[in-house]
């Protein structure tokens, strides 16, 4: 059965798709030019033939500003990236650190402040000679949100020499690469995670592995796909025994019931001797 519409979530779905935009306290309209930065960035100075390297779309957000996850939340779109590269070259699909949720008037955000670099992996093909330089461009796209969501674009180039050598970039550059690479979702091996639907809440447990203890306090779930659960709502971690269930308000904008709980895990303590703070998780629903 299809759940209620309310005025609210038909706001959210008007800000998500782009049609409106929430006006900020005075009523102004934002300028578009400066509240985000974009650069095209490599993880190497020069490029071996045949063999794989990264690369980041590095975004940095004026103060109080935002860009979007894949799964904008409540406002914006995600940003998106069409890539223009040498023939026989080929790029991944990119990675996306685990977001913050950021609360406006009755709604919520999910995405990045201060800046985020959004991973690719780049194979060029075995025939580059040395001495070659290799152009790569990206063309970007994003809504950059505070009280409105006001839309922003770049073309980005990167050039880079090809070298049988493996040169790598400043050591900034490459810290940078390294803090991104600890935020993005892994595999939690070791866990066991299952998940239940009712008509208003979506319950997700997780048993640890055998021997470990945990501190668990504070557990955010942030859905691949939107319309799932009511974003803004508050995340209630309960624990009996070994186990640890999250309960979350449904989206009153879910017209069918999911089948499976698909997403990311977020924990500021970590989990356990899992060196990272986000979990992948993607489970069919129990019956």
């Avoid at 913050?100 to 780049?122: C, H, Q, T």
């Avoid at 055998?210 to 319309?227: R, S, Y």
Wanted: with cysteine.
């Amino acid at each position: 059965m299809a759940k209620w519409k309310s005025p609210k979530s038909l706001v959210s779905l008007l800000v998500g798709v782009g049609l409106i935009a929430i006006p900020n306290q005075e009523g102004r309209s934002y300028p578009s030019d400066g509240l985000v930065t974009a650069a095209l960035v490599a993880e190497v100075k020069s490029v071996q033939p045949g063999e794989p390297f990264w690369v980041a779309v590095r975004l940095g957000m004026r103060d109080g500003w935002k860009v979007n996850w894949v799964n904008p939340g409540d406002a914006g779109l995600a940003p998106t990236v069409t890539w223009s590269l040498p023939e026989g070259f080929g790029v991944s699909s990119l990675l996306w650190p685990y977001p913050e949720k950021f609360s406006i008037p009755e709604l919520a955000i999910f995405g990045y402040e201060g800046e985020v670099l959004l991973l690719a992996e780049i194979t060029p093909p075995t025939s580059l000679k040395p001495l070659d330089r290799v152009t790569l461009g990206a063309r970007v796209d994003w809504l950059a949100c505070r009280e409105a969501c006001v839309p922003g674009g770049a073309d980005l180039k990167l050039e880079l020499s090809v070298n049988h050598d493996v040169a790598i970039a400043d050591g900034e550059l490459v810290e940078a690469f390294r803090r991104t690479r600890e935020a993005l979702p892994v595999t939690p091996r070791g866990w066991d995670f299952s998940a239940r639907v009712s008509r208003d809440k979506i319950s997700i447990r997780a048993v640890p592995p055998a021997g470990e203890t945990l501190g668990l306090d504070q557990v955010t779930f942030f859905p691949i796909v939107q319309n799932v659960i009511e974003n803004s709502s508050r995340q209630e971690l309960l624990k009996k025994d070994a186990v640890y269930q999250l309960d979350i308000e449904r989206s009153d904008m879910s017209m069918t019931s999911p089948s499976r709980i698909k997403g990311v895990l977020v924990s500021r303590e970590g989990w356990g001797s899992i060196p990272y703070k986000a979990l992948a998780i993607d489970v069919p629903v129990d019956e």
